[in-house]
């Protein structure tokens, strides 16, 4: 491994692929060395643009075929923005070469699929990690702190989070969020993957004893063999009595809202995935007070707006830049840190037995480690 960089390898010319090129420039700790693709010249089109707007130094190679970029010498970590469907194979494959995993989410079609992933990346020494980018967000051990001590919000009764986009017809019919083959779990994968993981982070990553899920809409097309979730409702039921709602859509406006509320007061983020633009990050604690004395009712709103200074995207301190850097510190390490798969798995657990519950009309899903 090179001393002060870790080297990345990209396994297909992905849309995101694009952010993440400039995350790894901005890390200070990451070069990309080589980018595969099917093709070669789609490898070679995609450093093109890339170069073109945010340009580096030294140029990575288009490889053809992501399996002659997983032989390659002067690649540590690979980034796998390929479609879900097809993930497991090559995340497999990466850690048998050797190569550190930065999984795209959701990371796998099943538990049994991702527990073989890590199992692979374990026995191979590498880390694996989900590209999750606001688990990097200064914001997190922000609201870590508030939701922990004790006054904000008390006793943590109920989560209710929405991440939803309204799709255009092009997308229905030509995205690989709507292909059951590529990413079967539709917005459940696409959107529900962020709103289960926010419920556990705020639950401190206990699973939830039981789930629901509601199919509220799905869509099939000519390429895809079965239809897939466009809009889902889940509930989480802890054991101390806490539940987590949530709701992902493909057929309604941008949103991306948490509200965390307990006995005490409550907490909310409206823009918990892809922060608003802007140099600062923040969120909303309420403490409202309640006073009915003779004829006189006041409410009182009490609210502290906490701020935390990041750049919201495409900088040295924005959220996916942390990502790639906190990823090749632990590659350069060479110590993987298990506290990563651990999170991705108990994501998918709570995530498929949400679609199973679904699947079965909506009955009560035990959940299981
Ligand atoms: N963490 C985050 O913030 C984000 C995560 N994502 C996740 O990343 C993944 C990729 O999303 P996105 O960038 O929009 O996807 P794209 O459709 O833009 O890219 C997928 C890439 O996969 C490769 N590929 C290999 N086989 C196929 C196939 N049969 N059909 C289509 N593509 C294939 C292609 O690369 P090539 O032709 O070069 O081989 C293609 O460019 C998704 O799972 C998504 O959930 C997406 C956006 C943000
Ligand atoms: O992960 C992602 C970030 O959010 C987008 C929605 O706004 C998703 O579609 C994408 O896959």
Redesign the pocket.
């Known amino acids: 491994m090179s001393e002060s960089k870790c080297r990345w390898g990209i396994l297909?010319?992905?849309?995101?692929?694009k952010k993440n090129w400039d995350a790894i420039r901005n890390s200070g700790n990451g070069v990309v060395t080589a980018v595969a693709?099917?093709?070669k010249a789609?490898?070679q089109a995609?450093i093109d643009e890339c170069q073109l707007s945010r340009p580096v130094r030294e140029l990575p190679e288009a490889i053809e075929g992501y399996e002659a970029l997983l032989q390659r010498d002067d690649v540590d970590a690979v980034y796998i923005?390929?479609?879900?469907g097809?993930r497991k194979e090559w995340v497999i494959k990466a850690a048998q070469a050797g190569k550190h995993v930065m999984c795209?989410?959701?990371c796998a079609v099943s538990v049994s699929d991702l527990k073989e992933m890590i199992a692979a990346c374990e026995e191979n020494n590498v880390q694996f990690m989900d590209?999750?980018?606001y688990m990097h967000s200064k914001r997190m051990p922000e609201l870590r702190k508030v939701i922990d001590d004790g006054e904000s919000v008390g006793k943590i009764k109920r989560i209710q989070s929405h991440f939803s986009f309204c799709a255009p017809e092009e997308f229905i019919q030509g995205n690989?969020?709507v292909s059951s083959e590529?990413?079967p779990q539709g917005c459940v994968?696409?959107l529900g993957w962020y709103t289960i993981r926010m419920s556990l982070f705020a639950m401190n990553y206990e699973l939830p004893q039981q789930v629901v899920g509601r199919q509220l809409s799905q869509h099939g097309r000519e390429d895809s063999p079965s239809p897939v979730p466009m809009e889902f409702s889940g509930e989480l039921l802890f054991q101390n009595g806490a539940s987590a709602g949530f709701y992902n859509s493909f057929l309604t406006e941008h949103q991306q809202l948490v509200h965390i509320s307990g006995s005490k007061g409550n907490i909310t983020l409206n823009d918990f995935v892809l922060p608003w633009c802007g140099n600062e990050m923040s969120f909303e604690v309420n403490n409202a007070v309640f006073d009915f004395t003779g004829c006189v009712c006041v409410m009182e709103k009490h609210t502290r707006i906490h701020h935390i200074g990041e750049y919201s995207n495409n900088a040295p301190d924005s959220q996916e830049t942390n990502l790639f850097r906190t990823f090749s510190k632990l590659a350069l390490t060479g110590k993987p840190d298990p506290f990563w798969p651990e999170i991705a798995l108990k994501t998918q657990i709570v995530m498929d037995a949400c679609l199973e519950s679904a699947r079965n009309g909506s009955v009560p899903v035990d959940v299981k480690a």
Do not use: N, Q, Y
Not at 12 to 17: D, S
Not at 81 to 84: A, D, E, M, R
């Open positions: 297909g010319a992905a849309m995101i692929a693709s099917r093709k789609s490898a995609f923005p390929l479609p879900t097809l795209e989410k959701p590209g999750v980018m690989i969020r590529l990413e994968g696409d």
